[in-house]
């Protein structure tokens, strides 16, 4: 392969700045950019995410190029700090930090204390005049370090770790004393020695040298590898891995650290936020083993480091125009930043963020609107409890509103079983003491996510608000057993197993036994307001697809401004409904099919008003009839013989008819307009269904006495010659123009065609020649015939394509433009060379996927029209489609 080779592989602080993210991560890139303005980080290098991919290609070896840029990069930094790594009297320690070009919280590996020996340690105790804090380090390196580099279980450590807590009864690991840990170090270094028949590494040059390799390693762990692939995150060749000089926030009361937000991440508020923990080191606060207080406490604290850390993150924000999370430690009184990076936020708090920056003058609307994630919207549509229901509950315990939403579901203890019962269907709150990387297949598959332990930047609380999932973190009332599976609220002595239900309310923090019923949520606020900004920049319209007034109205209230699909075949599925289409597939004759269809004709008309009524003048497009009829007629024996029953004929009768209509490939079969060309009878009732609900709303609406404007559009399915399309379409418009003359009425309508059969794109030409008056490209069946992939076979081998990178997105998911795309710009350029204002849209799936809104918006389609839950989706990606090519040009 040919790739621009460079030789540089690390880089100081110094040489970086924030548009260098693909060669020194976001970290790297972020570390040397506040280098630059002037704040307080502690220096160090980062060694490129190309060195990492060296790395890998070459079967795990660090090159002797990168050997020497690493030693030089270190004898600077020991310069600078004047200390030297591994050093007896004056030791330097540092950190060794993963950091992609995306950030992937918590996937990746860290060491931190890097350069401690059994010399060192002492001559770290004497430099700082604090012995317990040495050692204490100490066996915080060979903790780490034993976990991630030499591969020792994290429980060894612990179970050591305790077993010393116990004997010195002590609560905390800040009970314990000097000797104590001096203790601990000689259990791990000798528990080390017997797992891996090694000493524990004493060169801290080893150290480093192993610690680096962790690093580039852990690129490809298992929970990176699924973290990259839940978050669709592509392309990146590696990590890159910071060695920064150590500061310490746990040499005594005057040190702590902490993380802080320069807004809330859960809601937005433009507040300043965070927590942190006095004597203590960052993966305290991060692992949520220890509680940490509020920042706003600081204040009163330590005001001039209050004052100091303010003022820095006022200047970083401004600086990066966006919300930030930065990590911070005060060293004997010293504020230092480890990091600071856009913070990763709840959509709530994404949009209320971008708002407000929008207000404050800090970003133009086009910036707010390319900010928000469209699919995140999804979040935002979460459910939430019902007022009414939540008030009659009460809670059962209290925690911190770490992602909102409310979630439903029965307890589980472990994360596979999690994934597993949610595979089943089941509805799963995932409830632990604390969460960690392993468990994340588990979290995500969780409807909601329940902690004892930590804060609102644990690792559960951040992983959650990543994902959108409803989390309750840091409930200290809990006792989780996860070995015998309960749950014990101690102030309540309540006990709860394993399958019982539980309500959690993300926004609250608040825990309910049983089932409390949701509600769909509302557009409103903030949301409303960029929805607004993006109905200014988007150039297409958005439809919905909707089938029955209640989605239409839903539809409605995201903001869609017509129906572009409804199948008219859900319609036939209710009650007497269902029993009259079986009666019109066993009629033997024209005469008893006609019977039995006029049966269906005041349903599907009243449906039709409702959708009408419901539309209040945005235009409908009805598509007919559209499946095999054998979709109608029942499987099962016991439901034959009770249709059989039902209808009056006789079992073998049904039978027999079933058998008729089998078909080897169905969705290549006797469907579509294919029905209507040897049974015009289905569509002809049809046709009389819309139009004579449309007359009615025309006249008085018998829903609501308005008159309401109409502009019915009836759509061919599966049309693939233009003879198909003509014909139905001269049947339809002669029971249209009969109708209206007998209703002495004018209105607007129009007859149009799918574009889903291959074929039809290529006669796309002739068949508008043939008055098609709009196309809507139905991009299931257009994929399913383009790529000749079975839509309903396609779940056993699509993942494997798109995991080998066949097809780079599930192209039933994502429009393939490459294939499919190119059909639809030809019966795009035949079909509006005969009309150039042809009405073009997409009805498909993909017509809620942002990136087909964008393919659509560059070729000049009129509409989308996707699922009403994904219009606040479409409506974005279709202003962000619009600002991204108005600045391209
Ligand atoms: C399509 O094929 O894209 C379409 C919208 O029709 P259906 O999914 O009903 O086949
Ligand atoms: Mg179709």
New binding site residues.
Partial sequence: MSQKKSNKFVYAFEEGNRNMKEILGGKGANLAEMKSLGINVPPGFTISTQACKIYNDLGKKITPEMETQIKTNLINLEKKMGKKLGDAKNPLLVSVRSGAAASMPGMMDTILNLGLNDQSVIGLAEKTGNERFAWDSYRRLIQMLGNVVLEIDHDEFEHILESVKESKKAKFDTDLSTEDLKEVVTKYKAMVKKVTKKDFPQDPKVQLDLSIKAVFNSWNNYRAIRYREINNIKGLIGTAVNVQAMVFGNLGEDSGTGVCFTRNPSTGEAKFYGEYLMNAQGEDVVAGIRTPLAVSTLQKSNPKIYKELVAVCNKVEKHYKDMQDMEFTIEKGVLYILQARNGKRTVEAGVKTAVDMVKEKLITKEEAILRIDPNQLNQLLHKQFDQKSLNKAEAIAQGLPASPGAAVGEIVFNASETLSKAEKGLSVILVRTETSPEDIDGMHSAKGILTARGGMTSHAAVVARGMGTCCVAGCPDLIIDEKKKTLTIKSKGLTLKEGDFISLDGSTGKVYAGKIETKEPELSGNFGKLMSWADEYRKIGIRTNADTPKDASTARKFGAEGIG?C?TEHMFFEGPRIKAIREMILSNDIESRKKALAKLLPFQRDDFVGLFHTMEGFPVTV?FL?PPLHEFLPTNEKDIVEISKEMGVSVSVLKNKIEELHEFNPMLGHRGCRLAVTFPEIYEMQTNAVIEAAILVTKKCPICGKKHKVTPEIMI?LVATTKEFSMLRESVIEIVEKKLKEAKIKMAYKVGT?I?VPRATMVADKIVEAGAEFFS??????TQMGAGISRDDAGKFLKEYVAKGIYENDPFETLDQEGVGELIKIAIKKGRGVKKDLKIGI???HGGEPKTVEFCHKEGFSYVSCSPFRVPIARLAAAQAAIKNKTKK
């Fill in positions: 699909l199948r598509r559209d399915p799918m889903e490209f139905g991009t299931n069946d257009l009805c498909g799936e």
